[in-house]
């Protein structure tokens, strides 16, 4: 049996993996601002933009007052090594052999397909002097295919050479999950002194965190083979999924801790916080079920077991990736200098403490700078260097009194793949 392959298919299959499957840490940054300098805004976030950052910000002097952003979003995709871009161009299209040969040298070289994508809004943050308070909630995921399961994907099971063959699967899979969480925050003023005509502050922060699992995903591989002699199938794809019966708000919960120390003098600034330094956060076994995903198909047998099971009967090994599936600590340092009276540079170092939950890049070290070439239009723009690549961003806002508007956007390459994001903000009395 051969199956054809056309524009349609595989665009359906990619999205299907991606989206399928539900960035950054569970509280993400709520200004724009922080996506357009490259998530290099740590140094100067102040008032709401502190709260997912650094809570230190809410002790410093030019911090005091309301700040309120209303439903910032942030959409993030990526595909690598294929993208998006490479399907559309055969949009209504059967993909030529020649150039499936060449997608599949591509994802064969890279050491499979991989794509990552997530949802980010925040329904509320908000400061009042040293006091924030935030709630946002994210879907994101990631999935990965091997160059067997591709070319699979583009040529059928007859392959590349058009004679059948073997083809271990083992490695492709999903993983995905959608989190609420809510931050409450207070920045506490440790020094403030004053040397004439230079203001000096030091704070700390501190976040505490209560987090809400609503679903979780995950299915990896385990060594499914599809063999040409004898012609047959054995399918082993594990899957964990919530329970239909369960709870639809929450399947997992934990608190979390986030502390965080900022310093200004004159026209420097400097912070440093660390993420997660307490989390208690894990998933609820009875609130998830498991599908062996067994199958075998050839001459002989037809039979599967994909029976709902609870995760408790799950072998260990599949229960142990559960256990570690949840946020783990991360740690930073910044900087900032304001060059010019309306030119502000900002540095960012951070390295995130293991996988979990999180489809961002683990380390970064990063430049960016905000320019205001008028007082109602400020200017951002950032680089970074990331886990196994870079990052690139963007943006922009509009001043205008107490109202701000902001808009942001960001190219990645790295360990996830290529791809962009993009955020929009309205915020009152900060940006």
Do not use: C
């Not at 062996?292 to 099971?309: H, I, Q, R, Y």
């Not at 783990?328 to 403490?353: F, H, M, S």
């Not at 999180?358 to 070290?365: E, V, Y």
Request: charged share 15%; proline share 6%.
């Amino acid at each position: 049996m051969r199956y054809a392959t056309n524009l349609f298919g595989v665009g359906a299959l990619l999205t299907l993996l991606i989206w399928a499957s539900p960035v950054s840490g569970q509280l993400p940054g709520a200004s724009p601002a922080t996506l357009a300098t490259a998530n290099n805004y740590t140094a100067i976030a102040r008032g709401f933009a502190a709260i997912g950052l650094n809570p230190a910000g809410l002790g410093m002097p030019e911090a005091e007052g309301f700040t309120l952003a209303v439903a910032p979003l942030t959409v993030n995709q990526s595909l690598d090594p294929l993208t998006f871009s490479d399907i559309f161009d055969y949009e209504g299209r059967i993909v030529p052999t020649s150039v499936k040969e060449d997608w599949l040298q591509q994802i064969s070289a890279a050491g499979g397909q991989t794509g990552s994508g997530a949802v980010e809004i925040t329904a509320f943050s908000f400061s009042w002097n040293r006091f924030g308070l935030q709630l946002s909630s994210i879907a994101s995921g990631k999935t990965n295919i091997n160059d067997a399961a591709a070319e699979l994907l583009l040529f059928g099971n007859a392959g590349r050479t058009g004679v059948p063959g073997d083809f271990d699967l083992q490695g492709s899979g999903l993983t995905g999950y959608a989190v609420s969480t809510l931050g409450i925050s207070y920045g506490i003023p440790l020094s403030r002194r004053w040397v004439p005509g230079v203001e000096q502050g030091l704070s700390i922060g501190l976040t505490l965190k209560q987090s809400w699992g609503h679903a979780l995903a995950f299915a990896e591989d385990g060594g499914t083979l599809a063999q040409s002699d004898p012609l047959g199938i054995e399918l082993d794809f594990p899957i964990i999924h919530p329970s239909q019966d369960g709870s639809t708000w929450s399947r997992g919960s934990g608190l979390g801790l986030d502390v965080g120390v900022a310093w200004q003098r004159g026209p420097w600034a400097a912070s440093g916080v660390v993420k997660n330094i307490v989390h208690s956060f894990e998933w609820d076994l009875a609130e998830l079920v498991y599908r062996p995903g067994e199958a075998v198909f050839d001459s002989d047998t037809n039979s599967s077991n994909f029976d709902e099971l609870p995760l408790t009967d799950a072998p260990p090994e599949i229960r142990g990736v559960v256990d570690d599936l949840k946020f783990k600590p991360e740690i930073g340092i910044a900087g900032a200098y304001d060059a010019l009276e309306n030119l502000t540079v900002t540095a960012e170092l951070r390295q995130r403490l293991g996988d979990g939950l999180d489809t961002g890049p683990k380390s970064h070290l990063g430049i960016g700078m905000q320019y205001l070439p008028s007082p109602i239009v400020p200017l951002r723009a950032g680089v970074a260097v990331i886990t196994d690549g870079f990052q690139l961003g963007g943006g922009l806002g509009v001043i205008l009194g107490p109202v701000h508007l902001g808009l942001g956007a960001l190219y990645r390459t790295g360990d996830g793949g290529g791809g962009i994001a993009g955020t929009f903000g309205l915020s009152f009395g900060g940006s």
